[in-house]
Each structure stands twice: as C-alpha cells, then as structure tokens.
C-alpha cells in the first residue's frame, strides 16, 4: 500500500498542472503579447469544450493582434455548427466595435476597420439565423460616409457589397442622390449586383432625385442615371431632352445619357418614348444641337419604321441637318442605306449635296461595313453615286481593291465641286495609291 502522503503530495501536483494548463480571460489578454500566443489563441478558439464567452474573447485578441490567417485557418477547423455557436458569440462585440468612434472623431480608427473586416471573415461561418446580426454593420458601414470608408481596410466595400448581395444593394439606394460625390460608382456597384428588384428601386430614386432637384444636376448624375437605366429613368431623361423650359445643354446632356443607356441596353425605346424623340427632332424650333443629338439617338435605335423619316432629312435646306441625316442613315444599316442615301442626295442635286457628303467620305474608316458594299457600287450609272464608291474603296480598301480601282482610272466623269478630285478617274488613281501605301499591302 502506497504512502498516504505521496498520494496527497502526487494529488496537489496534478492539481497545479491542471491550474496551469486551465485558460482564463487573463491568460488570454497575455497571450496577446507573447510568441506563441496566436497558436494558443487559437487552440483556445477552436476548443468545443471551452466556454463560449473565453473562446469569444480569444478571437477578438487574434483580430486585435491582427493574426488574420489564424484567425482565418481557426474557423476552418471548427464543425460547422460549433462555428456558428462562436460566431453568434463574437458578432455582437465585433459590431460594438465597428460602431465606436472616440467623440469628436472626423476619421475611422484601426480598431474599427479591423472589426469589421473580421465580421466581413465571419459571413461564411454565420448560421441562417445569426447571419442578420453579421450583415448589418457591414450594411451600416457601407452605407455611413461611403466616401471616407471605400476603400478602407482590407476589404474595400465594393467586395462586402457583392458578398453580401440584394440587402446591401438595397441600402446604397437612398445614397444615390445629387449630394453624393461617389454617385457613379454607386451606381456602377448596383449595376454588378444583377438583382431586378434592387434595380428597380434605383432607378426609382434616382429618376425622383433628379426631377426634384433639376436645376442642380450635372452631367455626371445623368450619366449616373443612364448606368443604372430602367423605366424611370427612361422617361426622366426623355422629360428632360423634351422640356423646352429647360437650358439646351441640360437637354442635349440628358439626350447623350439616354443613348449610353440604350447602347448599354438598360433603357428601352417603345412606340411612346420615340414618339416624343421623333416629335422633338423634327420641330424646327429646336435648338438645332438638340435636334441633331436626337436624330443620333433615333437611328441609335435602328428602327426600320424611323428610317423614312431621316431620309426626308436629306431634302432639309440647311446642309448641317442633310449631313445629319446621312450620318444617322450609315449608323442605322450602312450596307442597306448608302445606295438609296446617296441616290436621293443626287436626285436632289449634285452640285449643293457634294459637299454635304464630303465630311462623311473623310470618315470612311468609322464604317468599315461599307467596303463590301463600295465594291458594288462603282459600277453604279449614278455617277455621284459611283464617285463616293470611288473614295470608299481607297480609304478602307484592302489588295484586291486596287484591280476594282484601276478599271475606273480611265474614268474621265466629271465630279461636282465638294469632292477633293475633278474627276472618278483621279479619284481612282489616288485611291489606288492610298492602297499601295497601306502596310502590308
């Protein structure tokens, strides 16, 4: 039989290693500060068998020390459902944490941005139910001097945004406004999110912001405005363009924003809407700008049924709308438009419409489309027709084109004053110059 005072002596010994190995809210504070402390930090934390509130105060020393991959590789470890039980712990600190600010603070501290990028960490391992109490002071932060807090901390809030998804989407809405100096990218951050109920909300505010405040807009809430699009938006713009009480600039910066949307398909022109487009392009009281910038928008469109009606233009006595109107008819369709376009501009008279053609011909290259209609058109009878043909082929032409252009150096037809050669012959010629020189050909 063993002596009683060993086993006392043997009892009082394990006793003194149990105290020691036994983890309290003070050796968790010194921790922080020794070599070894984030690897016990987190043997704590990931400990089930630990109390919750010891292994809560254990993850918030690993985020004041900033051992984030610990930190990170901790919850990793854990069983799912004991991670949720931790985070349900932790969340409210951290978000104490993120509210704070000492008084009279006009910057976030450290402490903060640390606090909420481990919230941010935390969103993966949050239950269902406890996933609310992460989110909203991310949401809060986010939407709290977005301008200061963009781009603070690790995770900047574009990222929180898009992990979080619909919510946070929703709360940027109400920031949209003509006050806001970050207006685009809040929009472009709505955008990203793909959510058609957060879209529709944005548009709605930004559209209503607008129209309350239209003596204060810039063009960069317009272009705001057209990044997110919607029907709001749609009919705001084309109240803007269509109000003849408003300044001519405001009117032709709302026309430009409507086309961004269009071409970003984020805005749709029905019957109504270029109804009104159609009415205000064709008043002759129109500033002229407006009416050119509308008439941009209306072949933007590419509507079949609008095409009758810009090439009426061609007929107009100013030469400034019949160049519009040729323009706008090379956008629409170019390979179905040039042949009638220029048939027409003919028709009407070739010595005043040369001109009116000449800035088109020495933009050529915007259409590379036209080249395989050119190729068909120098053997038009129309020689106005022929002769811009002529000047197509020897912009935009490729090797073989040169055969084409040779054909008609003999060409002796004269042109009419507006185009740079006196003959289709000369034109050829330089043409087949312009080719030779091109590299590679």
């Known amino acids: 039989m063993k002596d009683p005072v060993f086993k006392r002596l043997l009892l009082v010994l394990l006793l003194t290693v149990a105290a020691g190995c036994e983890v309290t809210a003070e050796k968790i504070e010194l921790w922080k500060g020794t070599q070894n402390g984030p690897q016990k930090l987190s043997a704590a934390l990931v400990d089930p068998g630990l109390a919750v509130d010891l292994r809560a105060k254990a993850a918030l020393a690993l985020v004041e020390i900033n051992a984030w991959d610990i930190f990170r590789e901790s919850f990793q470890k854990m069983e799912k459902a004991d991670a949720e039980k931790v985070v349900d712990a932790v969340a409210p600190i951290l978000a104490k944490m993120v509210e704070s600010a000492p008084a009279g603070a006009d910057k976030i ?7 909420k990028d481990a919230l ?12 609310a109490a992460v989110e909203k002071p991310l949401i809060d932060w986010c939407t709290t001097d977005y301008n200061t807090r963009a781009m603070a901390g690790q995770f900047k809030i574009n990222i929180m945004v898009k992990k979080i998804g619909a919510r946070a989407g929703e709360a940027l809405v109400p920031l949209l406004t003509l006050d806001q100096l970050a207006i685009q990218y809040i929009a472009d951050l709505i955008v990203e999110l793909k959510d058609d109920g957060v879209a529709q909300k944005a548009s709605a505010q930004i559209a209503k912001v607008l129209k309350a405040s ?3 807009i810039q063009e960069i809430h317009l272009v705001a405005a057209a990044t997110i699009g919607g029907n709001p938006v749609a ?14 600039a405001l009117q032709r910066f709302a026309l430009r924003a409507l086309s961004q949307a269009v071409d970003k398909k984020r805005v749709q022109l029905d019957d109504a809407r270029m109804a009104r487009l159609l009415a205000l392009a064709e008043n002759p009281d129109t500033d002229k700008f407006q009416r050119e910038e509308t008439f941009y928008l209306v072949a933007q469109a590419g509507r079949p049924a609008d095409v009758p009606r810009i090439m009426r233009l061609l007929a107009d006595k100013d030469s400034f709308f019949r160049a519009v109107a040729l323009r706008c008819l090379l956008r629409t369709d170019p390979e179905t438009h040039l042949e009638p376009a220029l048939a027409e501009i003919a028709r009407l008279g070739l ?10 011909i020495s933009r050529v290259d915007s259409f590379p489309k036209l080249l395989p209609k ?10 106005f027709v022929r002769a811009v043909a002529v000047y197509v082929l020897g912009d935009i032409g490729q090797a073989s084109d040169k055969a084409i252009l040779e054909k008609l150096a003999a060409d002796k037809t004269r042109l009419p004053k507006g185009f740079e050669d006196a003959t289709i012959g000369a034109a050829a010629k330089k043409g087949i110059e312009k080719i030779s020189m091109k590299r590679g050909v």
């Not at 120098?378 to 020689?383: M, Q, T």
């Open 109 to 115: 501290s450290k402490l903060q941005m640390d606090a």
């Open 120 to 131: 941010f960490m935390l969103l993966d391992y949050a239950s269902a139910g406890g996933r």
């Open 351 to 360: 010595t005043t419409s040369a001109e009116d053609v000449n800035e088109v």
């Open 374 to 383: 050119a190729r068909g058109l120098v053997e038009s009878k129309n020689p």
């Open 214 to 216: 239209v003596g204060k």
């Open 235 to 248: 009919d705001a713009l084309i109240g803007f363009a269509t109000d003849p009480k408003l300044d001519a």
